[in-house]
C-alpha cells in the first residue's frame, strides 16, 4: 500500500488502496459532438445517467463549446445518448440553451442534478464575479428563466459541481483567488438552489507536484466514499476520494490519466466520471496544444480492482 494512505485516519485504507490500483487508458478518437457552429469543439462535459430513458434518452449532457478559445462560444448546451458516445441534441431541443453574457463576461463550467421529475443545468459566468446560475427542464428541450445563486469575487468558484449527503447539498469547487495555492472549497445548503454558505477549505494528501495547481473538478458519489476526478494546472486528471462528506481528499501523486503530447489531447480539462459495474466511465475534454487550441472531448473507463 502506499504510504500516503494513512496519513489521515479519515481515508479509509481499502478505498485508498483501490485508489492506487486505479488504471485507465486514453482514448483513441474523440466523439464527433454537435455544436450551434457546427465544429464540434467543446469542453466542460457532465453526464447524468438516469439508468432508464428519461424524456426518450438514458444520458443527458451538459457541455459547453469552446471553438478555438473563444470564449463568445463557451455558452451550455444539451446533448443526448443512449450508448455513451453517440450524442444529439434532443428532438425539439436547441443549443446553446443560454447565451454569451456579452458586457466582457463569458459562461464556462456546465453541471447537471436531476431531482423530483426537473433538471437542472448550473453553470458559471465570469469576466469580473464569479456567478453561479442554474435553468430548470422537466423534458430536457423547455428550459426556464436563468436563476443566479452565487455571485462571489473572480476565480473565487471555479468548476462547480453538486452532491448530496442525507438532508444537505454541497457545492464543491476551486478558489483561485489565492494563485498559486488554489484550494478545493466545500459549501453547503439546505435546499438545492438555496443561498450556500461560505466556503470551507477541504484538505487535501497529498497536495499536487511542486509547481502544479488544482484547476477543475467533477464529484461522484458511491455507497462508500465520494470520487473525484481532478484536473491540474498541468493538464492532466487525478482520481481523488473522500470519505468524509468532502471535507479531506486523498489523491494519488500519478495521474489516472495522462496528457499526450502531439496528439488531440496533449492537455486535458474539465472531466466527469459516473460509476458503473466496472467503477467509473470517463468523458474528459481535452486540447491539441495549438494557438489557438482546437478543443475536443473523449470517453474512456477507470477500472478498480
Not at 465570469?126 to 428541450?141: A, E, K, Q, W
Request: aromatic share 14%.
Amino acid at each position: 500500500m502506499s504510504g500516503f494512505a494513512s496519513a489521515r485516519g479519515d481515508a479509509n485504507a481499502g478505498i485508498v488502496s483501490r485508489l492506487n490500483s486505479a488504471t485507465a487508458s486514453n482514448a483513441a478518437n474523440y466523439l464527433t459532438l454537435p455544436t450551434p457552429d457546427g465544429l464540434g469543439q467543446m469542453v466542460h462535459p457532465d453526464v447524468w445517467d438516469f439508468g432508464t430513458a428519461w424524456n426518450g434518452w438514458r444520458y443527458w449532457m451538459a457541455i459547453t463549446p469552446y471553438t478555438n478559445t473563444d470564449t463568445t462560444t463557451e455558452n451550455p448546451c444539451i446533448l443526448v445518448s443512449n450508448d455513451k458516445t453517440t450524442w444529439g441534441i434532443p428532438s425539439g431541443g436547441s443549443n446553446p440553451i443560454d447565451p454569451a453574457p456579452g458586457g466582457g463576461r463569458y459562461n464556462s463550467d456546465t453541471d447537471l442534478w436531476y431531482e423530483n421529475g426537473t433538471l437542472y443545468c448550473f453553470w458559471r459566468s465570469t469576466g469580473g464575479n464569479d456567478r453561479i446560475h442554474y435553468r430548470t427542464s422537466t423534458d430536457g428541450v423547455t428550459w426556464s428563466a436563468a436563476t443566479t445563486i452565487l455571485d462571489v469575487a473572480h476565480n473565487a468558484c471555479i468548476s462547480p459541481a453538486w452532491y448530496k449527503i442525507g438532508a444537505t447539498y454541497y457545492m464543491i469547487h476551486i478558489d483561485a483567488t489565492g494563485a498559486p495555492n488554489n484550494t478545493i472549497n466545500v459549501r453547503t445548503c439546505n435546499t438545492l438552489t438555496g443561498t450556500y454558505s461560505n466556503p470551507t477549505v477541504a484538505g487535501t494528501t497529498p497536495y499536487l507536484t511542486t509547481g502544479d495547481q488544482f484547476w477543475h473538478l467533477n464529484v461522484c458519489q458511491d455507497s462508500d466514499a465520494l470520487y473525484m476526478i481532478l484536473t491540474s494546472v498541468n493538464y492532466q486528471l487525478y482520481l481523488a476520494s473522500s470519505v468524509n462528506n468532502g471535507y479531506f481528499w486523498t489523491i494519488p501523486p500519478s495521474p489516472i490519466l495522462p496528457k499526450l503530447p502531439g496528439t488531440w489531447q496533449a492537455n486535458l480539462y474539465r472531466s466527469c466520471i459516473l460509476r458503473t459495474a466496472t467503477w467509473f466511465d470517463l468523458w474528459y475534454s481535452a486540447h491539441n496544444g495549438g494557438n489557438p487550441a482546437t478543443w475536443r472531448t473523449g470517453y474512456t473507463t477507470i477500472v478498480m480492482p
